[in-house]
């Protein structure tokens, strides 16, 4: 596609429930990165992928949180049994295999999760 | 990475060049400056990145001191989309820049 592109743009949850977050990276882009932003924070990273592994999870906040990547192409974050916490925007980006610096990036506009 | 200490806001005239300064005192030697923004709602966007000498790229400048403790990022003619936040970051650039982590930056208002 022309851009990056998440799904939903908007999502509220109710506390407990589960929750699937959608990106659909540049095609060709083999490199794919999820973030997550609270309200007024920097940028956190979660989980980095290339094709369809993942390389670097290091990011994830804990083991409610997953994701996958299929077809190296779309990614899927799941949160299980949201918290309040969970609560931020999350931002998916992917780059070209050479992308390892933020330079190369093109970031999807994210999904805004509200957890009430 | 080194510390970096940015002013919490500035506002700018559309068509005024937007000075926008980074303190980086405890920078080392092998640590480049880079500076990325964020338009709300959307995702970061690189701007430029240097390691001595001064930068210029098709969207910006960046004018490194000769001690290397700062830096300073110009808009040349800023307009209202680039109202945003703005990022000066140091690291020695790496495979996993990824992880660059963001913090506060300075909220930058273009006002007509």
């Known amino acids: 596609g022309a851009g990056v592109s998440q799904s939903p743009s908007n999502k509220v949850t109710e506390k407990g429930k589960d929750v699937e977050l959608r990106c659909d990276p540049i095609s060709g882009h083999t490199a794919l990165y999820w973030y997550r932003q609270s309200l007024g924070q920097g940028l956190e990273f979660l989980i980095y992928?290339?094709?369809?592994?993942?390389?670097?999870k290091s990011g994830l906040p804990s083991d409610r949180f997953s994701a996958e990547r299929t077809g190296g192409s779309v990614s899927t974050l799941t949160i299980q049994r949201t918290q309040q916490e969970d609560s931020a925007v999350y931002l998916c980006a992917s780059s070209l295999p050479s992308g390892g610096r933020l330079k190369g990036y093109t970031f999807g506009s994210g999904t805004r999760l509200t957890v009430v | 990475d080194a510390k970096t200490t940015q002013p919490t806001s500035m506002d700018c005239a559309e068509g005024r060049a937007a000075n926008l300064p980074c303190n980086h005192s405890t920078i080392s030697g092998n640590e480049y400056v880079y500076w990325y923004r964020q338009i709300h709602s959307q995702g970061p966007q690189y701007i430029i990145h240097g390691l001595k000498n001064n930068e210029t790229n098709e969207m910006a400048s960046l004018i490194i001191t000769e001690d290397r403790k700062s830096s300073t990022l110009i808009l040349p003619h800023a307009t209202l989309r680039d109202t945003a936040v703005y990022y000066c970051?140091?690291?020695?650039?790496?495979?996993?820049?990824?992880?660059?982590?963001f913090g506060a930056g300075t909220t930058v208002t273009v006002r007509a």
């Open positions: 992928f290339q094709g369809n592994s993942a390389p670097d």
């Open positions: 970051i140091v690291r020695v650039p790496s495979s996993n820049d990824y992880k660059l982590s």
